[in-house]
């Protein structure tokens, strides 16, 4: 299951217009995820996010507070880095659209596309959603009350100004032959099904520059343009591995394992992106992966109603890790989800607490009290209770040196079902809770000795296990119960399950995991 391949994963890169929000937390938590998995697979692994600060709607919030654009973007820029800290987030490199590595790497893909003959130059006419940065056609948008709307709901306004196009037309068959023979390229599949429907429908050419406005990256040649943003934002993942300089040492990394994108940024990443790397003749992404939204307390979430969900706010009240548990274990990821601070109290307290925090505490105080806190030797498995445990729990060895368990998250998270890799793991846990009730190696101790510690020391296997993959939803909870099994730094990894520690570790005295929360949200 080991791999010195390498694996690139991105986030979109998050418009700086206001301050992080739990969407934001939401998709970087999930690259984070699959990032420091990769990792304890063996996989070289760069993981990609920043912040996107062109364009008119950053223009505009900028004026509004009375500042320069660069200033603003700079402030806006850092909230979105110190949530990447206080998150705990592993990413490699953090990219900003305003660095000038960003810049030349927008004039080259410009002038690639230029020379391969993929620009026009025109006038656009049509309606624009500064909120959206995005442009759409007649029959998409609505009226209500004497203003006009695009499909996510935000104003539109007839725009008529110079433009240099994107042949996007020219595209449209070669768009759906790359979608019939990538069929894991959009995920879910329902959202590959919108994308395939949007481009059937008809693709016209693509405004790909604005002279109405300044804050943008200059178009090579003609300085009076600037890049359309997601023509600017798209280019950033490739600008992290130092294009143009394809000898870049990072740019082996591409092209990307995944992109993760909201749902509402769906069309700009598996439409225009494809388009624009296939016209410039670079590979394009492996898949785009384009998650739910939330709602809080049933509704929908919006600043008008006062309930924006910082994610600042939350770790405050919860911690770091239950909340980082409870955004992947409580929906499907790619489905739509409710947040209730009910639901997320009861996750810390029934599963993170009593289930994973009691099975570690109970375990590691009747190793300090029964085997003078020493860990005991490896146990055989020639007791029927102890094989059915194995096989129940999937800790069982495979033909291919691998634990089952691992091999079952592994499988889950490549399709990017954290959900379901939290369950199986979490129903594993239940097993060994069950057995450490059945077997009460704390009534072993005057009865049969030698079986308490063989007890013992399969839940120590087990917690060991459970504690590895469990790593990447919560690395600092879970590298605090290594560290209370007394598993070495160097056997952490997936791989290393298959070999098991030798007894006579000491053991440090146990801490409590979690805290739980004893007046739950109404």
């Given at each position: ?31 984070d ?53 206080r ?24 002038k ?11 006038h ?12 759409y ?15 996510t ?15 996007l ?73 130092g ?38 003749g ?34 405050e009240?919860?911690?770091l ?23 997320l ?46 096989a129940?729990t ?129």
């Open positions: 299951m080991t791999s010195e391949r390498r694996f690139y994963l991105t986030t979109p890169i998050y418009y700086v217009n206001d301050k992080p929000h739990i969407g934001h937390a939401y998709t970087s938590l999930a690259a995820v699959l990032a420091r998995w990769k990792r304890m697979m063996g996989h070289q692994v760069h993981f990609l996010t920043g912040t996107d600060e062109h364009g008119q709607k950053v223009e505009k919030a900028a004026e509004a507070r009375g500042m320069a654009p660069q200033d603003f973007t700079d402030q806006v820029s850092q909230a979105f880095r110190d949530l990447a800290v998150m705990n987030y592993s990413n490699d490199d953090f990219i900003r659209t305003t660095e000038e590595r960003h810049k030349l790497a927008c004039a080259a893909l410009w690639r596309l230029e020379e391969r003959g993929e620009i026009h130059l025109g656009y006419e049509g309606w624009y959603a500064v909120r959206d940065e995005a442009f056609g007649p029959d998409e948008i609505t009226e209500k009350d004497g203003q006009k709307f695009a499909p709901g935000a104003p539109v306004e007839w725009v008529r100004e110079p433009s240099y196009f994107f042949r037309s020219n595209w449209q068959e070669k768009l759906l032959e790359f979608y019939e023979a990538n069929p894991d390229f959009i995920a879910p599949a329902s959202r590959r099904n919108e994308v395939i429907s949007f481009v059937k429908s008809g693709l016209t050419d693509l405004s790909i520059s604005r002279t109405s406005f300044k804050w943008g990256v200059k178009v090579p040649g003609d300085e009076a343009h600037v890049m359309y943003v997601w023509l600017d934002a798209l280019t950033n993942y490739i600008t992290a591995l294009y143009p300089d394809e000898s870049a040492a990072n740019w082996s990394f591409w092209p990307a394992d995944v992109h993760f994108v909201g749902k509402d940024i769906l069309r700009f990443h598996a439409i225009y992106w494809p388009a624009f790397l296939m016209a410039a670079l590979p394009t992404p492996r898949r785009v992966f384009a998650h739910g939204w939330w709602t809080n307390e049933g509704q929908k979430i919006s600043k008008s109603l006062g309930n924006v969900i910082d994610p600042l706010a939350l770790i009240e919860f911690g890790d239950p909340v980082r548990y409870f955004l992947l274990r409580e929906v499907p990821f790619g489905s739509d989800g409710d947040f209730q601070r009910k639901a109290a009861a996750r810390l307290n029934g599963e993170l607490a009593d289930a994973l925090g009691n099975l570690a505490n109970r375990t590691l105080s009747l190793i300090q009290r029964n085997c003078e806190g020493v860990l005991p030797e490896p146990a055989g498995t020639e007791a029927e209770a102890d094989r059915a445990f194995l129940e999937g800790l069982e060895i495979g033909a291919d040196g691998t634990l089952a368990l691992a091999a079952k998250v592994d499988a889950l998270l490549n399709e990017q079902k954290f959900d379901a890799a939290l369950s199986l793991v979490f129903a594993s846990i239940r097993e060994a809770n069950g057995y450490i009730t059945r077997e009460q190696p704390w009534a072993l101790k005057k009865t049969d000795l030698a079986r308490m510690r063989v007890v013992l020391r399969r839940l120590h296997d087990a917690l060991r296990a459970f504690a590895t993959l469990l790593e990447p939803f919560m690395p600092e909870s879970m590298a605090k119960l290594l560290d209370q099994l007394g598993v070495p730094a160097e056997a952490r990894s997936v791989a290393a399950l298959a070999t098991a520690l030798p007894g006579g570790i000491a053991l440090p005295p146990p801490s409590p995991l979690f805290q739980k929360i004893q007046d739950l949200p109404a």
